[in-house]
């Protein structure tokens, strides 16, 4: 009768309990298996994730009347350890697959206090099927196991930054095997159990952050995610739950976590942070100069009732802003199905209402070939903004759309969920007419576009500036050396938040980057100037040998090339490096300045002379005669 039971049970206890008049010849679950999982190296329990992301424990009932035995799963709880109470004594094979560990030895406790290991299953040779363990539950059956992560992860440090308005995580992470460290991530609840599962807040590019590579040693990493992250929830005066974690490339890893860390949030408005001087604001969207109060109302009240269905409700709001009094808001109707592309558009928002912008504004200053708007933009839905719709940016210097204008079309730009910073170069624009810069007086934004439900789109701070610096140094990512390993320093740079560093090897210290895209430099072959901040560790040692610092157009070394070789006047630590272009060397053909997509520097100074550290920070592009005080405006951080 116990295999008939069995059935039953697996099949679920709703049916023992509707029949309970019927179960009294059955046999009764008499054993329980729980344990814990804890790290061999320093006695802790290894923290799970949730339900089918944790851990799971396999195990199969070793019995002569059961040849081919059904698999039962169990699942670790997020606290290390696991329970399930409806078993019958036994032996039983067990295995641990899908962990965030990998088990090196079981201890088996028994009620009546008796311990003894783990007996290994040899049986079955193959190597892939890992490692296996006969185990005789009887009653209350304790196996704990001994494992090591896939990865330690150590918190070293997170804090809510109040002045900048983030969270800022900062831990340590270890790998036990040769596997490549897979990825990062920094995980929000409200929930104290929170895991890569469990975090309902936060950016996506921050709770998922690529590695891709294997760690010789621990390696620290840092991680920030802004408050505008946890915009869902609008009262962000309260505590928070952050857990940082690593997964391991190994097969079927699952993540490894620190502790949570619970965090106190506090909003505040407070000015973006700027790299450089901040150039003339066009418009800062702090008034409700995109139509008059008398059409507002007007438009409003069709709005509501259905009608004018492809006009948008434009407004004024002074709550979910960037920055200033409030923004412009332009919120779309839905579109009847089928009508892919309406007469009038879906989106739309120009100050003034699409009369000309009184006074106009004067941007002649900025280079022509530097010259680039910044626009501080929100998009609710970035799925409704297809390429080929009809829509697009346009400034202008008629007072009217398409005359004398230059704009920027979809596809030229990408947009994405939430409050974003557009950059965009007026010398990429499309032009139709004399465009003067020195009198814009028309700004429009519009889009038409398929969809069922409302968009909104949000305009605060358009501002014009003069784009000088290609590379602020922000990300390690895109950087590679001869074989040292390339880290971010965010404690010792010239500008932002961090710099570039490196050491010299057997081969010297070299340091490089492709980019893509191109680099559009403002600055002229006769005039421009190339110039980037320079630490290094020990300025006698850099100074006895030749260093060459190389821009191409080519994607390569030694081809489409400029390259000059760094003074030998080099001071122990940070050094400001100006070069005139007209001073570099080419080699390999003429290099084009409007398409540099590749930078190295490199110098032969061995690690048999002593370990040296070099950095870098801030690459800028300029001409001579520009004032200075025109630099760049990157991205808020």
Not at 153 to 167: E, L, P, S
Not at 303 to 319: I, N, S, V
Request: glycine share 8%; proline share 4%.
């Amino acid at each position: 009768m116990r295999q008939q039971y069995k059935l039953i049970f697996a099949a679920g206890l709703a049916l023992l309990a509707v029949s309970s008049c019927q179960l009294d010849n059955y046999e009764q679950p008499d054993a329980a298996l729980f344990g814990t999982v804890t790290d061999a190296q320093t006695g802790e329990i290894i923290p799970q994730d949730i339900g089918d992301q944790g851990s799971h424990i396999c195990l199969w009932e070793i019995a002569d009347e059961y040849p081919t035995p059904g698999r039962r799963t169990i699942l670790f709880k997020t606290n290390g350890t696991y329970m399930d109470k409806n078993y019958f004594s036994g032996k039983y094979k067990i295995k641990l697959n899908e962990t965030n560990f990998n088990a090196e030895t079981a201890v088996v406790r028994y009620a009546d206090g008796t311990e003894v290991p783990a007996e290994v299953d040899y049986t079955d040779k193959k190597e892939e099927n890992g490692l296996k363990w006969v185990v005789d539950v009887n009653g209350h059956t304790q196996v704990d196991i001994e494992a090591e992560p896939w990865c330690r992860v150590i918190v070293k440090d997170i804090t809510f930054d109040q002045a900048k308005q983030r969270v800022v995580a900062q831990f340590e992470v270890e790998c036990t095997s040769n596997d490549k460290l897979a990825e990062i991530g920094m995980f929000c609840d409200l929930n104290p159990h929170v895991s890569y599962s469990i975090n309902n807040f936060g950016d996506a590019s921050v709770k998922k952050k690529a590695v891709d590579r294997v760690l010789g040693e621990p390696e620290t990493f840092t991680l920030k995610m802004p408050l505008s992250s946890f915009d869902k929830d609008k009262d962000s005066d309260k505590d928070y739950w952050i857990r940082v974690g690593a997964r391991s490339d190994a097969k079927d890893a699952r993540w490894n976590f620190a502790p949570a860390v619970k965090v106190h949030l506090v909003k505040e408005e407070i000015q973006s942070r700027k790299l450089g001087i901040r150039w003339d604001l066009f418009d800062g969207c702090n008034d409700e100069g995109v139509q008059d109060a008398a059409k507002f109302a007007v438009y409003k009240a069709m709005w509501e009732r259905g009608q004018h269905r492809t006009m948008p409700l434009l407004y004024f709001d002074t709550k979910d802003k960037k920055s200033g009094a409030g923004c412009w808001v332009a919120v779309s109707n839905p579109i009847p199905a089928g009508d892919k592309y309406p007469s009038d558009p879906v989106l739309f928002i120009s100050p003034g209402y699409g009369h000309p912008i009184v006074p106009s504004f004067d941007a002649s200053a900025i280079p022509d070939e530097g010259n680039h708007m910044l626009l501080t933009i929100y998009v609710s839905d970035a799925t409704h903004f297809e390429r080929d719709a009809n829509g697009q940016i346009e400034i202008g210097s008629g007072g009217d759309a398409d005359n004398e204008e230059a704009c920027w079309t979809f596809g030229q730009f990408e947009l994405r969920n939430g409050w974003q910073t557009l950059d965009l170069g007026l010398p990429d624009a499309n032009k139709l007419g004399d465009f003067y810069s020195g009198a814009i007086n028309w700004f429009r934004f519009y889009h038409g576009h398929e969809m069922v439900g409302n968009t909104t789109v949000k305009f605060d701070e358009i501002r014009f500036y003069y784009k000088t610096i290609v590379d602020a140094c922000e990300d390690n990512r895109p950087w590679s050396s001869n074989g040292a390993a390339v880290t971010l320093d965010e404690a010792d740079c010239k500008e932002g938040e961090s710099s570039i560093s490196t050491t010299n090897g057997p081969q010297g210290i070299r340091l490089s980057r492709t980019y893509s895209p191109v680099i559009k430099t403002p600055a002229k072959l006769a005039k421009g100037h190339f110039q980037f901040w320079l630490y290094v560790s020990d300025a006698a040692k850099f100074n006895a040998v030749d260093t060459q610092v190389e821009i191409t157009s080519s994607g390569k070394a030694d081809v489409n090339e400029l390259h000059w070789l760094l003074p030998k006047d080099l001071e122990d630590g940070w050094n400001l490096i100006d070069f005139k272009l007209s001073d570099g060397v080419a080699t390999g053909g003429e290099i084009d300045l409007r398409s540099v997509n590749f930078f190295r520097i490199h110098n032969a100074v061995s690690g048999a002379e002593g370990s040296i550290t070099m950095k870098i920070d801030r690459l800028r592009f300029f001409n001579e005669g520009v004032d200075m005080k025109l630099s760049d405006v990157p991205d808020e951080a």
